[in-house]
């Protein structure tokens, strides 16, 4: 079982930045990879970003290229995505996610514990 609390999110105007992060405790935090994942209103969920147990791999989705960084700190068992040049489009509930495996990946399905959310809203 794995727990997960996600903070930092907020309101910030385009352009602006912020950093997400989400504590887990529980089943070894080292041991699988995590993602992050956004839903806006009246829209299906869809992935963001994902990082491998080791912190080698990762994926973005195109959306956020070079623009959002996911990295962990696993004496920590945290997770963090720096969000950077944000847009309006951005504005969405961010969601953290512990996956079944140490792999980075990107589907929903492979990941067995969410946490609560925290929103983020970007002004124009």
């Known amino acids: 079982q794995v727990q997960l609390v996600e903070s930092g999110g907020g309101l910030v105007q385009a352009g602006g930045s912020l950093r997400l992060s989400c504590a887990a405790s529980?089943?070894?935090?080292?041991?699988?990879?995590m993602g992050w994942f956004r839903q806006a209103p009246g829209k299906e969920r869809e992935f963001v970003a994902a990082?491998?147990?080791?912190?080698?791999?990762?994926y973005y989705a195109d959306s956020v290229k070079a623009r959002f960084t996911i990295s962990r700190d696993n004496a920590k068992n945290t997770v963090y995505l720096q969000m950077n040049s944000l847009k309006p489009e951005d504005t969405a509930v961010y969601y953290c996610?512990?996956?079944?495996?140490?792999?980075?990946?990107?589907?929903?399905?492979?990941?067995?514990?969410w946490g609560q959310g925290t929103q983020v809203t970007v002004s124009s």
């Open positions: 990082m491998s147990w080791t912190g080698g791999s990762t």
């Open positions: 996610a512990a996956a079944r495996s140490p792999r980075a990946v990107v589907r929903g399905d492979e990941y067995a514990y």
């Open positions: 529980g089943r070894t935090f080292s041991s699988i990879g």
